[in-house]
């Protein structure tokens, strides 16, 4: 299912269009950007493929504008998880989008839309511990750290990464969200 447009003050969460790839190409080739990411560092080769994926019905991720400046600054993962009305949720932003509240934003409105228009129960979010920016984003959305999953997530050869597991419950979405009915 693609999702419609979502609108923000700042941004626009929309369909990847052909012509996006570059612009995910500019933060996705940086290691830095990339180093919790579990696909790694892009190529354009990737980026083009990246984009092709997630512009059909079977999309998973979505593109973040800058809407006064008129271009793609990151993307947003959010797609059906493995249980009924669960959704997963995700960001990456160009870094130099970093702490400026862009990814807050962007995850806020897709929570609303989520709970709000798609009557979903539950949204998910996972991080590496070591991705401090990244679960403090989950905590101010309202979201609770649920587990510590140590040595879960095989990223090649030897090596393994700890997830921390976030969510929110619808219910616990409309109690506490200012955006919540």
Same mark, same amino acid.
């Given at each position: 299912?693609?999702?419609?447009?979502?609108?923000?003050?700042?941004?626009?969460?929309?369909?990847?269009?052909?012509?996006?790839?570059?612009?995910?190409?500019?933060?996705?080739?940086?290691?830095?950007?990339?180093?919790?990411?579990?696909?790694?560092?892009?190529?354009?080769?990737?980026?083009?493929?990246?984009?092709?994926?997630?512009?059909?019905?079977?999309?998973?991720?979505?593109?973040?504008?800058?809407?006064?400046?008129?271009? %793609?600054?990151?993307?947003?993962?959010?797609?059906?998880?493995?249980?009924?009305?669960?959704?997963?949720?995700?960001? %990456?932003?160009?870094?130099?989008?970093?702490?400026?509240?862009?990814?807050?934003?962007?995850?806020?409105?897709?929570?609303?839309?989520?709970?709000?228009?798609?009557?979903?129960?539950?949204?998910?979010?996972?991080?590496?511990?070591?991705?401090?920016?990244?679960?403090?984003?989950?905590?101010?959305?309202?979201?609770?750290?649920?587990?510590?999953?140590?040595?879960?997530?095989?990223?090649?050869?030897?090596?393994?990464?700890?997830?921390?597991?976030?969510?929110?419950?619808?219910?616990?979405?409309?109690?506490?969200?200012?955006?919540?009915?």
């Amino acid at each position: 299912m693609l999702l419609p447009p979502i609108a923000t003050d700042r941004l626009l969460i929309r369909p990847f269009q052909p012509a996006d790839w570059p612009h995910i190409l500019a933060y996705t080739s940086d290691p830095s950007t990339m180093t919790y990411i579990p696909e790694g560092v892009f190529t354009a080769d990737k980026a083009e493929s990246f984009v092709a994926e997630n512009s059909s019905e079977q999309a998973e991720a979505y593109a973040v504008v800058h809407i006064e400046e008129q271009h %793609v600054i990151g993307h947003m993962k959010f797609h059906l998880w493995f249980a009924p009305r669960t959704y997963e949720i995700g960001w %990456v932003l160009h870094k130099h989008y970093h702490g400026r509240g862009y990814a807050t934003e962007a995850a806020f409105a897709l929570l609303k839309y989520g709970f709000e228009s798609l009557h979903l129960h539950r949204i998910i979010a996972t991080c590496q511990p070591e991705n401090i920016p990244s679960y403090r984003v989950m905590e101010k959305l309202g979201m609770r750290r649920e587990g510590h999953f140590r040595k879960c997530f095989h990223i090649g050869e030897d090596q393994w990464w700890d997830e921390y597991f976030y969510a929110i419950l619808e219910d616990e979405w409309h109690q506490t969200s200012p955006g919540g009915a």
